[in-house]
Nanobody
């Protein structure tokens, strides 16, 4: 199993920056595809950024060029660096891990979420 704990959220002014961290426990982190999702009230949860175990990244068009996802397998941590934040980035951000265990069973783990509020 992989357990995820997000941190780094908070209140920031438009144009500011935050770095979210997702600390993982479990033996499968290094082989997991990691991603960040976000969900605002009344909206569906949407994929923000993803990174494979091999380091390939994908970003939502709305954050491309502003956000960066990266991972440190030695620390079992994935990060989301968010720059040039906009009010529409306000949401609860969730860390996600996807992996297959030794039995080839698929798993998806979610963190509890961290609130990001972009406002003046």
């Amino acid at each position: 199993q992989v357990e995820l704990v997000e941190s780094g959220g908070g209140l920031v002014q438009p144009g500011g920056s935050l770095r979210l961290s997702c600390a993982a426990s479990g033996r499968y982190f290094s082989t997991s595809a990691m991603s960040w999702y976000r969900q605002a009230p009344g909206n569906e949860r949407e994929l923000v950024a993803a990174i494979t175990s091999g380091g390939t990244t994908n970003y939502a068009d709305s954050v491309k060029g502003r956000f960066t996802i990266y991972r440190d397998n030695a620390k079992n941590t994935v990060y989301l660096q968010m720059n040039s934040l906009k009010p529409e980035d306000t949401a609860v951000y969730y860390c996600n891990a996807e992996y297959w265990d030794y039995r080839h069973s698929f798993h998806r783990s979610w963190g509890q979420g961290t609130q990001v509020t972009v406002s003046s």
